[in-house]
């Protein structure tokens, strides 16, 4: 089957609480500090590890919620670090102390990301809905650099924050990140109020091609203190590629050793996957449906079973601009922004304005976009 050859996960992101201390004006789990149901149990978790080791070695980002809130997280990513995963963590760093770092340490975690919306306290802490949640970070930074913890620094991006972009950027190098992800958020359901917030296609497209201009400058000085990726926007390797062919350049990207494991823009259920913290599996942790749950179907399984995962597969069989286009092999489209502009995750992604030769020519097109766009 050649599912099974082809996609093995490389990276997994796995909710391990959904409680959480801050209220984060785009958070995907609607987290507070009371969840309504618990946490599963440590021998649960340790199953779905054990599970995961039959098929792959991946990266195992442990989030949230806030991970940290979480007692026995120690003792999860041991056990995950000796079955030989990647163990990471994704904090919001208003927790992180000495003692949580030396525990790091001591379990073997490889990276830790932390979350920066704004490089100055107001426009970071107006965006977590958090006063001292910007301190918080600064302050994380500062033990990751004191006890050797690499760490790298997300960066989530509305209408509110963006005119900040190239700030943040400069702070989290200061900061002394190994990464910096920038991150177009995403729409959070159809026509809901913080919709109004997201960066429109315009935008996107104009913060994508100052990412490059940036990314540029960085790879032709062979400068490698930081590594630099917006994060799903995956049209920005398809503008990556004809502003470097505009350019007459022959750019060499880095990955980082943690990557997402595709050298393309979404590699949602094809190498990476989400697991919430009641066992359901996505391609993403944006993607709002799944088929299949963990805990009743053991991982090995249900990687290969679901059909919402097969479908991320078969880009052969995407819809509109996607489907034709001679970019889809390193971009791929957003499936989440399909699903919510059209219903229909094999749809085209949205934000993207490109259209590809096949459609120029007027030829090819075996789902115009006309044909398949179902109204807002
Ligand atoms: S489907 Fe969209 S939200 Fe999910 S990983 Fe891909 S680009 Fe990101
Ligand atoms: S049309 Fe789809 S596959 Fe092509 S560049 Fe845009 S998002 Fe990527």
Known sequence: MAQREEFLPK??????????NLKCIHCRSSSTIESEQGDFSTEDGKKLLEDIAKISKPTIVL?????????????????GTD?????????????????????????GIKMVSLSLDGSTPEIHDDFRKQPGAY??????????NKHGIPFLINSSFTKRNAHDIPNVYKKARELGAKAWYMFIVLPVGRGEEANAELLDEKEAEYWLNWHYELEKELILKGDNTILVRPTCAPHYYRI?????????????????????????????????????????LRPCSYFPNSDINVFEVPFHEA???????????KVEEYKGRCGVCEYVK????????????YGDYMQEDPICNYIPVKMRLGAGSKTAVSQTKKED
Not at 135 to 144: C, M, T, W, Y
Not at 305 to 313: A, L
Request: with cysteine; hydrophobic share 40%.
């Open 240 to 280: 990556f590629y004809q502003n470097a062919k505009r350019d007459g350049l022959d750019l060499k990207r880095r990955n980082l050793v943690f990557g997402t494991g595709g050298g393309k823009g979404c590699v949602a259920g094809q190498s990476i996957a989400y697991i919430d913290c009641h066992g359901w």
């Open 63 to 79: 989030t949230g919620g806030e991970p940290l809130l979480r007692e026995d997280i120690w003792e999860l990513a041991q056990y």
């Open 330 to 341: 390193i971009c791929n489209g957003c499936r989440v922004r399909a699903y919510w502009k």
């Open 11 to 20: 990276w997994i992101a796995w909710e391990i609480t959904r409680r959480c």
């Open 303 to 313: 990687w290969f079973k679901s059909k919402i995962m097969q479908d991320m597969r």
């Open 135 to 144: 301190e918080g970070v600064i302050k994380a930074a500062e033990l990751f």
């Open 83 to 107: 079955l030989g995963f990647r163990m990471c963590i994704a904090t919001n760093g208003t927790l992180v102390d000495d003692e949580v770092c030396k525990k790091m340490k001591e379990v």
